[in-house]
Every structure is written in structure tokens, then in C-alpha cells.
């Protein structure tokens, strides 16, 4: 069974600058999150989707971040500035359903460092 | 925002040794504690879990206690082995809410 998928791996950029990050969950999953994860820290959620409907969003910083998943499939999380304090893991993970202990598989993380 | 903690903040033993590291919650509606085993470069990967109907679960090595009294829990690593070196990190979930992390133990365990 394949993982969840996330792309790019690494992202440098200057902060003010825009970045999107994409996430493919394993298949059959209707809960899909992402999560922030600063150095040192542990994961922060940023928003949680169930099928294409958003249930949690209240630690999105929603005036720089955004996140869509058309379809209740992919998902694609954006930041529109930039800001230095952005620079952290973005983990995505899916789970089969929302339920208190079904299991949240997450996918390697795409790096982001803002200059 | 933070609503777990954890301790220590990283952690060394000697392979064979037991390690343990323990988390604190302060919301007593959180019904649903895992813990997550983290490697450089990957996501973290559920290692065990348990609710607060029971005191303690063991599956292999990795043993989680549980005293809801003491709002504490903690993860036993008996006979660590130096492929155990990784991060790990309690969490804490109501219901279907959001989970909060730890701020994660880095575990090293020395051949």
C-alpha cells in the first residue's frame, strides 16, 4: 500500500515570495491533514479535511495561508507571503476516517526555509 | 497552545538499557493518547496508543502508563536497541479534534 505522497521534498525561498505544497493521501482516506512542525517541536495542525470539507482550520493563519482539496482527494496548502517564521516542516496525513483513534498516516514532509 | 508536555528533551542509554519518557496533559477531556516515533527526514509513524480506560498497554518492547489521576503518561523502551534511536513524541486527542504533540525526546541509545 502506498504512502502519503507529498512534493517538493525542499523549498528555499525569499520570504514575501509565495509557495505551494502538495499532498497525495493514501488512497481511501477521507481525513486528510497538514500540519506544521518547527524545528524542535513537535507537529502543530494547521487544517484538517474531511472528504473535501473543512473541519478544523482555527490555528490556519488565514490572512497568509490557505489550503484546498478538490475532489476529497489531493490537497494543495499555500502561503502568500511569506514570512521567516514559515520556516518549518509541512507535514500532510491522511487517516481513514476522523474518528478519535483511527490512525493519521503522515508523509515525509516538505522542508520549507524562508531567507 | 500547548497542552502536552514532555520530558526529558533528549534522552541517552546504553543499548539493552530501558528508556522512558513522560508526557503531562492538562485538558482532562482529551480521551486518546499515542505516541509517535519520528526518523531524520520522515514523518512520524504511530509506534502505540491508549485510552484512558486503562492503565497500561504493552505491545513488545514499548509499554505506555497511563495514571489519568496525575494527568501523566509514559513510554517504556525495554531492552533499547540502538535502531530505536529517533524522535519520539506523546499526543493527546478529544474526540476528533485536533491532536496535540509533545515537544518531542530525542532518543539515542549508545551500542
Known amino acids: 500500500e502506498a504512502g502519503v505522497a507529498q512534493s517538493p521534498r525542499y523549498k528555499i525561498i525569499e520570504k514575501r515570495q509565495s509557495v505551494a505544497f502538495w499532498c497525495n493521501p493514501i488512497s481511501g482516506h477521507a481525513t486528510l491533514y497538514w500540519y506544521q512542525q518547527i524545528l524542535g517541536q513537535g507537529p502543530k495542525l494547521l487544517i484538517q479535511f474531511q472528504n473535501n470539507g473543512v473541519v478544523d482550520d482555527s490555528q490556519l493563519p488565514k490572512d497568509r495561508f490557505s489550503a484546498e482539496r478538490l475532489k476529497g482527494v489531493d490537497s494543495t496548502l499555500k502561503i502568500q507571503p511569506a514570512k521567516l517564521e514559515d520556516s518549518a516542516v509541512y507535514l500532510c496525513a491522511s487517516s481513514f476516517s476522523d474518528g478519535p483513534s483511527d490512525e493519521q498516516f503522515f508523509g515525509p514532509g516538505t522542508r520549507l526555509t524562508v531567507l | 497552545q500547548q497542552q502536552v508536555k514532555q520530558s526529558p528533551q533528549s534522552l541517552i542509554v546504553q543499548k539493552g538499557g530501558i528508556s522512558i519518557i513522560n508526557c503531562a496533559y492538562e485538558n482532562t477531556a482529551f480521551d486518546y493518547f499515542p505516541w509517535y516515533q519520528q526518523f531524520p527526514g520522515k514523518g512520524p509513524a504511530l509506534l502505540i496508543a491508549?485510552?484512558?480506560?486503562?492503565s497500561e498497554k504493552k505491545e513488545g518492547r514499548f509499554t505506555i502508563s497511563f495514571n489519568k489521576s496525575a494527568k501523566q503518561f509514559s513510554l517504556h523502551i525495554m531492552d533499547s536497541q540502538p535502531g530505536d534511536s529517533a524522535t519520539y513524541f506523546c499526543a493527546a486527542r478529544r474526540g476528533n479534534n485536533d491532536m496535540r504533540f509533545g515537544a518531542g525526546t530525542r532518543l539515542t541509545v549508545k551500542p
Open positions: 491508549i485510552r484512558p480506560d486503562v
